[in-house]
C-alpha cells in the first residue's frame, strides 16, 4: 500500500536547501580540481564508489531480484547517465561552472517535453508549455552573451551547449526511468544502474583519451572525489529519495531553480567567476521556466490563491 505523501512541512524545506547547497557547489568542485585530476576521472571515480556503496546498501536492505526484469532499461539509464557526465566533464573545462550549472539544471524541461509524448497523464498544461518556451529562450540570451561573431566557435559556447546537451541526457534518464519497469523497481537499484554503467563508461572513454592518468592526489583532488562519491552521489540522492517517499514531488520541485543559484553564486565567490548581463538575464528566464515547468501545480494555486484574495 502506498504511503500518503504531504505537503512539506519546515524540516523537508530545511533538507531540500541543504540539498540544493549540496549539488549547486558540485560543479565547482569538479572546475576547481580539475587542475589535478581530468573531470572525467572525477565522474568514473566518484561513480565507482558511489556504486560499491549503493550495491552494499542494497545487499542490506534488498532489491537485486528486480534484476532480472529492469536490468534492459537500467542499462539505457546507465548510459544515459555516463553520457551526462561526460557532457558536465568536458563542458567544464570549456566554461564556467555557473554556467554549467545554469545549463545542466534545464533538465526538467527536457524532462516535461519527453513524458508529454510518452505518456498520456503526463501532457504539459498551458502554464509549462510558456515555461519551456522562457527557457529555450533564455538559453539564447545566455548564449548570446558577450559572443561576437568571430567567437560564435569558441570554447565557451561549446562548453555551454555541452551543459545543455548534458540537461537533455538527463532528462532522457528520467523518462527511460518513468517509462520503463524501473519506475517500480527500489530507487537503490535504480541509483545503482547509473553509478554502476556510468562508471564503466566514463573509465573506458578517460582510458583511451589518454586522462587515465591525469591524477595528482592533492587533498583538493581527493577531496572533490570524495564529496562527489560520498556527499553527493550517495548521501544526497538517497537523502532525495527519502524526501520522494514521505512528500509531495510537484511541492518539492519548486527548489529546482535554488541549485542553480547556489551553482552561480559558488562559481563567483570561490572561482572569482565573471558574469555579462546577457547570461544573468538568461539565467533568470532559465529559472523561471524550470520553475513553470516542474512546479506549475505548485506556481498554479499561488496564482489561484493571489486572485482570490483580490
Not at 552494499?56 to 534488498?62: A, D, S, Y
Request: net charge positive.
Amino acid at each position: 500500500m502506498n504511503a500518503v505523501r504531504r505537503d512539506p512541512d519546515a524540516f523537508a524545506f530545511q533538507v531540500m536547501l541543504g540539498l540544493c547547497l549540496i549539488w549547486g557547489i558540485q560543479q565547482v568542485m569538479v572546475k576547481w580540481a580539475a587542475a589535478d585530476i581530468a573531470p572525467v576521472m572525477q565522474a568514473a571515480t566518484r561513480s565507482g564508489i558511489s556504486a560499491l556503496l549503493v550495491g552494499l546498501l542494497i545487499c542490506w536492505r534488498g532489491g537485486w531480484e528486480q534484476v532480472g526484469s529492469t536490468w534492459r532499461a537500467g542499462l539505457l539509464a546507465g548510459a544515459l547517465f555516463g553520457i551526462e557526465f561526460l557532457f558536465i566533464a568536458e563542458g567544464l573545462l570549456l566554461t564556467s561552472a555557473a554556467h554549467m550549472s545554469v545549463f545542466l539544471y534545464t533538465a526538467p524541461v527536457f524532462t516535461a517535453l519527453g513524458l508529454h509524448f510518452r505518456l498520456p497523464s503526463e501532457r504539459l498544461r498551458p502554464l509549462q508549455w510558456i515555461g519551456i518556451l522562457l527557457s529555450f529562450a533564455g538559453i539564447a540570451v545566455a548564449f548570446a552573451g558577450g559572443v561576437s561573431l568571430a567567437d560564435l566557435s569558441g570554447p565557451m559556447l561549446l562548453g555551454d551547449a555541452f551543459g545543455v546537451l548534458a540537461g537533455a541526457a538527463w532528462g532522457a534518464t528520467t523518462v527511460v526511468v518513468r517509462c520503463s519497469r524501473l519506475s517500480e523497481a527500489p530507487a537503490t537499484l535504480t541509483l545503482f544502474y547509473q553509478l554502476a554503467v556510468g562508471f564503466v563508461g566514463l573509465l573506458l572513454i578517460a582510458a583511451f583519451s589518454g586522462k587515465l592518468t591525469h591524477v595528482s592526489l592533492t587533498p583538493i583532488a581527493v577531496g572533490s572525489v570524495l564529496f562527489q562519491a560520498l556527499v553527493v552521489s550517495f548521501f544526497s540522492y538517497l537523502t532525495w529519495f527519502w524526501l520522494l517517499r514521505k512528500y509531495l514531488a510537484s511541492n518539492l520541485a519548486v527548489f529546482s531553480f535554488v541549485t542553480p543559484i547556489f551553482g552561480v553564486t559558488f562559481g563567483v565567490l570561490l572561482l572569482d567567476e565573471p558574469l555579462s548581463l546577457n547570461f544573468i538575464v538568461g539565467a533568470l528566464c532559465v529559472l523561471a521556466g524550470i520553475v513553470l515547468v516542474s512546479a506549475e501545480q505548485w506556481v498554479r494555486r499561488r496564482l489561484r490563491s493571489l486572485l482570490g484574495q483580490r
